[in-house]
């Protein structure tokens, strides 16, 4: 009787060493066909909250700005895949292609390419390594060089420096996670730049925050901080994430979610129909073909049912521009031809 009560106090008084996050590759690496949402958030007022056993970091208030979206495909779907043969799956954001190379123990970057700026790692920088827990730390350096086209070039190395400083329940607009763990990575980089032939060295610092978890392949908030000088630290950048996953085959895209956008060619105004389920975490982005965005619809100006919103398009320039409805029930595309 005292054995079996001894056993349920030491239980009852050090729950926390049952909840610790074990981050490993076959649950954290993303998948060909994911689709992760950013959402670009107001930094004043943030910080990176406590670090330790069993914190719960509250930002709920976080007040959306802006978008972007992170797709995964084949080294082979993409345009550059020949000059990073050895990447077995590429992150597509805002026109720029990383190419990456998932394994056991990491997930590394081999490089980049937008078409303008070329860049490749002869020794990969992992980006996020495994198994990853509570007070794991992690170290690896990578070397590469890039090229600006018609401009120059220089060759970098970078240090990423990663240290898990804490776990606990994670709160944010999109949900609450009870089982993060959070990683804190310096990032150091020394450019050796050649411009318009003047050469120079500039080395830098960054920090970041992420906050993962266990069944979510991407970082679920990312806090960022640049120096301001040489001692003080600023957050300059904060977004938190939600995923759209690959519809099964029984219940396709089209099926799911209506989106109709006219006249097309539009010349003053884009008109856009579509029906919506549930608006929450639904929103619409309008994106050239290079993957920027030129403008945007919040789900605040979303609403459950029919939806007929008006665009402006007198300011842009001719050309043709991707309309996504990203929603719930899945992603939609419609292209779009201006011409004035």
Same mark, same amino acid.
């Given at each position: 009787?005292?054995?079996?009560?001894?056993?349920?106090?030491?239980?009852?008084?050090?729950?926390?060493?049952?909840?610790?996050?074990?981050?490993?590759?076959?649950?954290?690496?993303?998948?060909? @066909?994911?689709?992760?949402?950013?959402?670009?958030?107001?930094?004043?007022?943030?910080?990176?909250?406590?670090?330790?056993?069993?914190?719960?970091?509250?930002?709920?208030?976080?007040?959306?700005?802006?978008?972007?979206?992170?797709?995964?495909?084949?080294?082979?779907?993409?345009?550059?895949?020949?000059?990073?043969?050895?990447?077995?799956?590429?992150?597509?954001?805002?026109?720029?292609?990383?190419?990456?190379?998932?394994?056991?123990?990491?997930?590394?970057?081999?490089?980049?390419?937008? @078409?303008?700026?070329?860049?490749?790692?002869?020794?990969?920088?992992?980006?996020?390594?495994?198994?990853?827990?509570?007070?794991?730390?992690?170290?690896?350096?990578?070397?590469?060089?890039?090229?600006?086209?018609?401009?120059?070039?220089?060759?970098?190395?970078?240090?990423?420096?990663?240290?898990?400083?804490?776990?606990?329940?994670?709160?944010?607009?999109?949900?609450?996670?009870?089982?993060?763990?959070?990683?804190?990575?310096?990032? /150091?980089?020394?450019?050796?730049?050649?411009?318009?032939?003047?050469?120079?060295?500039?080395?830098?610092?960054?920090?970041?925050?992420?906050?993962?978890?266990?069944?979510?392949?991407?970082?679920?908030?990312?806090?960022?901080?640049?120096?301001?000088?040489?001692?003080?630290?600023?957050?300059?950048?904060?977004?938190?994430?939600?995923?759209?996953?690959?519809?099964?085959?029984?219940?396709?895209?089209?099926?799911? /979610?209506?989106?109709?956008?006219?006249?097309?060619?539009?010349?003053?105004?884009?008109?856009?129909?579509?029906?919506?389920?549930?608006?929450?975490?639904?929103?619409?982005?309008?994106?050239?073909?290079?993957?920027?965005?030129?403008?945007?619809?919040?789900?605040?100006?979303?609403?459950?049912?029919?939806?007929?919103?008006?665009?402006?398009?007198?300011?842009?320039?001719?050309?043709?521009?991707?309309?996504?409805?990203?929603?719930?029930?899945?992603?939609?595309?419609?292209?779009?031809?201006?011409?004035?």
């Amino acid at each position: 009787m005292k054995k079996a009560l001894l056993s349920a106090i030491l239980l009852m008084s050090f729950p926390v060493l049952f909840a610790q996050p074990n981050l490993t590759a076959p649950f954290m690496n993303p998948l060909v @066909g994911e689709t992760f949402i950013g959402y670009e958030c107001d930094a004043r007022g943030v910080t990176m909250g406590a670090a330790g056993a069993g914190v719960t970091w509250n930002y709920a208030f976080l007040s959306v700005l802006g978008y972007d979206t992170t797709g995964y495909f084949t080294c082979a779907a993409t345009p550059y895949c020949d000059s990073y043969s050895t990447s077995n799956i590429v992150a597509l954001n805002s026109g720029e292609y990383d190419y990456e190379i998932e394994s056991s123990s990491s997930l590394s970057l081999i490089g980049g390419n937008t @078409g303008s700026v070329y860049f490749y790692l002869t020794d990969p920088l992992d980006e996020m390594f495994y198994p990853a827990t509570y007070h794991s730390t992690h170290k690896d350096t990578g070397v590469g060089y890039g090229i600006l086209a018609g401009i120059g070039g220089d060759y970098e190395t970078d240090i990423d420096s990663f240290n898990a400083d804490a776990y606990g329940t994670l709160i944010l607009p999109s949900g609450t996670y009870p089982n993060t763990l959070r990683i804190h990575v310096i990032s /150091v980089s020394k450019d050796s730049e050649v411009f318009f032939g003047v050469p120079t060295v500039t080395v830098a610092q960054t920090e970041a925050y992420l906050w993962y978890d266990s069944s979510f392949h991407n970082q679920l908030l990312e806090i960022d901080y640049d120096t301001a000088g040489s001692t003080s630290l600023y957050v300059s950048g904060v977004e938190y994430y939600t995923s759209h996953l690959p519809l099964s085959v029984s219940k396709t895209v089209s099926d799911a /979610v209506f989106l109709k956008v006219f006249p097309n060619p539009a010349t003053n105004d884009m008109n856009i129909s579509l029906d919506l389920a549930d608006n929450k975490d639904a929103f619409i982005s309008i994106s050239d073909m290079l993957g920027r965005v030129v403008g945007s619809f919040p789900s605040g100006k979303l609403n459950i049912g029919a939806n007929n919103l008006t665009f402006p398009v007198q300011d842009l320039p001719n050309g043709m521009y991707i309309v996504q409805l990203h929603s719930p029930q899945g992603n939609v595309n419609q292209k779009v031809v201006i011409a004035k």
